[in-house]
């Protein structure tokens, strides 16, 4: 038997049996725990699995197979492992909201770098249009050009007023998307909106810290309409970077990458050096300044992961 991870609970797991679309509560066979795993999740959500099936709603997982990719994030409890989000996924979804709770530009550029080191294609869905007042509008749309201008599909929605939701639905269809985010910018309340049978739990921000609460607690994936899947993850409040070195990171910066072998030395940093062409399209406008700051953070090994 064939399976598909729909959720991880930490020792058992629900796992869609692919033949007979029934869902199985699993566990992993013992030999598993005895290999030495750099993550803190040897199985994640979107693993293709074996089973042995034990009983009409128990199973044994006895091999995972290949992953053609994954999303990870540093883990926050185990130094030098890292934690995965999903694997095996078409496209990352990064829900962002300017106000209430705010998404700062360094947070956006730390996962897109991250999808980017995978190929994973992402699309940044810009959440609760109805909290932005007009003074900010600009600045929103000079944000969205930004991202926009360097391939980036940026979808405006208001889950109140379905505003933008059907340009979301068809960017999800047919689609394993892995919707993410900080914790309050509405992605059950956009997932409800778009699939009201999915009933997903929901919270207000709080007025006082004007910070979400965690209302998913495990990663899980749900199955929306046919080869339709979403996979709904906690709320993050930081993305530390893992399995990047320093010397790749302008090569997931795809303004950047287009940059590639221009500068007067090959090992370029984009820093210091002199005749460095990235540092030549910034000042010129043509590479954003928010996005080199950001650059220069994460090169830097700076604790700015919100």
Known sequence: MTGLVLRSTGSWYDVLDTSQRKVLKCRL???FKNFEFKTTNPIAVGDQVDLDKETEETAIITRIHPRTNYIARRSVHKTGHAHILAANIDQAVLVVTLTFPTTSLGFIDRFL????????PTVLVFNKQDLILDEWKDLQSQIIEIYRSIGYECILTDALSGRGT???RRCL???KSLLCGHSGVGKSTLMNTLYPGLNLKTQEVSNFARKGVHTTTFAEMHICEDETYIIDSPGIKELGLAGIEVEEISHYFPEMRAKLNTCRYHNCRHIEEPDCAV??????????FTRYESY???????????
Do not use: P
């Open 113 to 120: 770098v991250t999808t980017e080191s995978f190929r994973i």
């Open 173 to 175: 269809l047919g689609k």
């Open 279 to 288: 540092k030549a399209a910034v000042s010129e406008g043509e590479i954003s």
């Open 166 to 168: 059907e340009n979301l």
């Open 29 to 31: 066979k013992g030999k």
């Open 296 to 306: 220069l953070s994460m090169v830097g090994g700076q604790d700015n992961r919100r």
